[in-house]
């Protein structure tokens, strides 16, 4: 099936290496993507001044895409590069997504569990959740290597204020303050040192949170055998809180 998909593509500012180039996806209703065009094409050209080697595909997507067209384009950006999208003369694969605006995220089923997950954008070997053309749903895999782990980094710019407008505004309010982030400008200017969001150099409405997630100490200071424990907690949580113990949960 081919996806509908207007696509964007922005040359890196780093082109050392000419044979292999990361690819990181901004996926962007088109609603949000005509109001906030200018602004979303600053944000990946911030992204390419930091990262070396680097290419952003900005894609907006149809508000009738399904999250199945969304998990499929990326996982041909993931296993077939950016050739998928275009003949090109050299090697890339898709390190990163971005879902901005009003993106649908899939909904998988384990039994009679369900619920949202981003999982089907990001999980692409050993999947944790298939999808199945008969039910039309993502459910969980019975292979034994699949595990819950995802291939690329994501992340998700959705204010769901449940108004258009305000969402608009919020997103656009955020791509400033990341772009003043990365450029050292406003109240991120340099010369003013630490800032704590009380400062009164800019209006009180301008408030500069920074999250700092440091993933590889993160990645060092996991136990594999706490993560294994907590999932195996989490499919037994009923009858754990009910006290059911028996030769099967023991077993199990």
Avoid at 8 to 22: E, R
Avoid at 78 to 90: H, R
Avoid at 167 to 187: C, E, L, M, P, S
Wanted: charged share 25%.
């Amino acid at each position: 099936m081919r996806v509908p998909f207007e696509i964007f593509f922005w040359q890196s500012a780093f082109a050392g290496n000419k044979d292999f180039f990361n690819l990181v996806s901004i996926i962007v209703d088109e609603e949000s993507y005509d109001d906030l065009r200018w602004t979303i094409i600053r944000y990946s050209r911030d992204i390419q001044s930091q990262l070396e080697n680097t290419k952003v595909v900005i894609l907006p997507t149809p508000s009738d895409a399904s999250a199945l067209d969304i998990a499929s384009l990326n996982e041909s950006l993931f296993f077939e590069w950016y050739k998928s999208l275009e003949d090109v003369d050299y090697e890339s694969r898709l390190i990163w997504t971005v879902l901005v605006g009003k993106i649908p995220l899939p909904i998988v089923f384990d039994d009679a569990l369900s619920g949202k997950s981003i999982l089907p954008y990001v999980d692409f070997e050993n999947k944790s959740f298939i999808f199945n053309h008969e039910s039309e749903k993502y459910e969980k895999s019975d292979s034994p290597e699949s595990d819950l782990w995802a291939e690329i980094w994501h992340g998700v710019i959705s204010p769901n204020t449940w108004n258009s407008g305000d969402d608009i505004d919020a997103i656009r309010d955020y791509f400033d303050k990341n772009h003043d982030y990365y450029t050292g400008q406003g109240v991120f200017n340099q010369d003013f040192g630490v800032i704590d969001g009380q400062d009164t150099l800019e209006p009180d409405d301008y408030e500069p949170y920074v999250f700092y997630y440091d993933q590889f100490r993160e990645n060092a200071a996991l136990q594999y055998q706490s993560y294994v424990w907590y999932e195996m907690y989490l499919q037994n949580i009923e009858d754990i809180t009910y006290n059911r113990y028996s030769k099967e949960l023991a077993e199990k």
